[in-house]
């Protein structure tokens, strides 16, 4: 006798149950999916002891009728594929039929439902594989099912299972992407004592936002669309200042499905550029619409990932939309106002004030052991006046009164609303086309851009900011005639010179530095392969090497904007980037780093002092700034205050 045989029906369904059902909020995902796909408009999920005791899914969907009620058990069971062709083009959330007869195979399960035009509910009652005869009952349109004693019949898998709080986390996680992706269905994720989640399905996905974040947190958030002929990429994105430290408040859905893609939210990433701070992940909630013939959803057995027959293009359009939504928005950050301050609390601003003569007779730092002021000499002036930046008017900002009439506050209040943007975007830097430095009056409208067209460059007509002086020997004190800022020094100059460097780098106006004795280089096969095929464009980067045998190289000369940092480990890590980088936007994108790294150690530092001139030209170069907002690690460089916030701070007005 052979020693080949069949599995018994109820084993077989218990270890295809590991690939649908490994933990409580497995049986949620499946569940609110069947009721999202009946076309439920509110779902009630109740958990007790996090859904290991039971869970609860009950919906007002079109319900199911006997029939259906006894077949939906059945191992590979469905309503939503009925041949191959179905498969290619799927838009429900379920379409496996294993969800049911998976759950019930290692948990007690009820079913309770009712068509609309039915007078009475069907209930079905499995246990341990065997379904008790169907009853008749009464209950509301719709469909509810209780999973009881999850894993009671698999004691192997509910040793795995983590803590009560644990598990409930997870599965009101669950329902909070649910709530998500479909914001016009009314979702409550309760326990039998309290409400967990809740949501209204008013259709706004910014209210789901501010049950997952708090109001405040959600009005900072910022909307994003971007169509093509294929895509269309909507949702909303965090401020690079609302950065966390995870990816966990990273929710992407493709056709309404939440789902994990690494390569878009690498591409999320890339349209915030170097705004985020160095360590921080951004928050974002984003739909991606698509002809589902051009998506695979059936990889992954719990269809948690995807698999795009284009991805290329699905992630240049997300890299756009996040992109043009940060280069359109003010993102000057306003600190906090407590409301509950008191008085003792209050401190006075120190300030350095700095009159024509300050450079000659700066006053003293305090005597509490810190490094006396290091004057910086004419270097940061000259640098800032090298960079050939196109002649703009400079109207002073305080040539008129104290309201400064050169711009009355109904046009500052029109450019703050229509959030004008300080700086050119970089898609012209990264295009090489001329900057369009014309004015723009706040008071008119500005026409929105069609989804498919580049985004227009919008700068605030006239952005001229006024040094007053430095404070603690780290910050510059500056205001432009309807606010105050506060710059940090370092950062503000570390973003001068990036820009300017970076400039270069995509201009192709970087020089080779000679190295006193070549540099040797072995390479892997892989890298190898790409430094000599990629020979004659790193050397009109200024990185020139020689074939050396088999797979070693001598490097000779390396970019002039090197200079200064460890050339040894920039040589290797450029290679290797550059094998890992099948275009050359990749390629400048790896060389970010680099060219920050040789910004901040040129860039002044703390307790240098700066005179008038100098001061003038940081502020000068500043307002002409791509990004005038961030360094390149991410950090904000000014704090803002508006005339109205010092007003409401000194109880001028209330």
Known sequence: MGTIRLMSTTLANQIAAGEVVVRPASCVKELVENSLDAGAKTITVTLREGGISEITVQDDGIGMDEADAVMAFDRHATSKVYDERDLVRIRSLGFRGEALASIAAVAKVTLTTRTRDSERAAEVTIEGGEMAPLRHVGAAPGTRIEVRDLFYNTPARLKYMRTVQTEQAKAVEVVQKAALSRPDVSFCCQTEHHVLFQTPGNGDVRTVLASLYGVGEAKQLLAIEETTPDYKVSGYIGRPTQGRGTRAHAHLFINGRPVRHIGVHQAVIQGYRNRLMVGKQPIYAISIEMDPGLVDVNVHPHKAEVRFSEEADVTRCVARAVAAALDSTLLAPTPERSTNRQKSEVQPLQLEFQNENASENPLPHGSGGSPEPR??????????????????????????????????????????????????????????????????????????????????????????????????????IADDGDSLYIIDQHAAHERILFESFYKRLVDRDVHAMPLLAPLQLTLTPSVFERAMANHERLSSLGFTFDHFGAYDILVRTVPDIWEGLDVDRLSQETLEQLSESRDSDAFYQNMHNVIATRACKAAVKANWHLSQEELQALCSALTKLDDPFHCPHGRPIFLRFTDKQLEKEFRRIV
């Open 375 to 476: 004057s910086s000499g004419t270097g940061l002036m000259q640098e800032a006046r090298s960079f050939s930046y196109p002649s703009r008017p400079q109207s002073h900002p305080a040539a008129s009164n104290s309201k400064y009439a050169s711009r009355s506050r109904d046009q500052v209040a029109a450019a703050q609303e229509a959030q004008i943007v300080y700086g050119e975007t970089n898609r012209v830097a990264a295009s090489g086309e001329a900057p369009d430095h014309s004015v723009v009056d706040s008071t008119q409208s500005v026409r929105q851009p069609a989804a498919h067209e580049v985004r227009p460059d919008i700068r605030r007509q006239n952005w001229t900011l006024r040094p007053i002086g430095q404070a603690l020997g780290m910050y510059v």
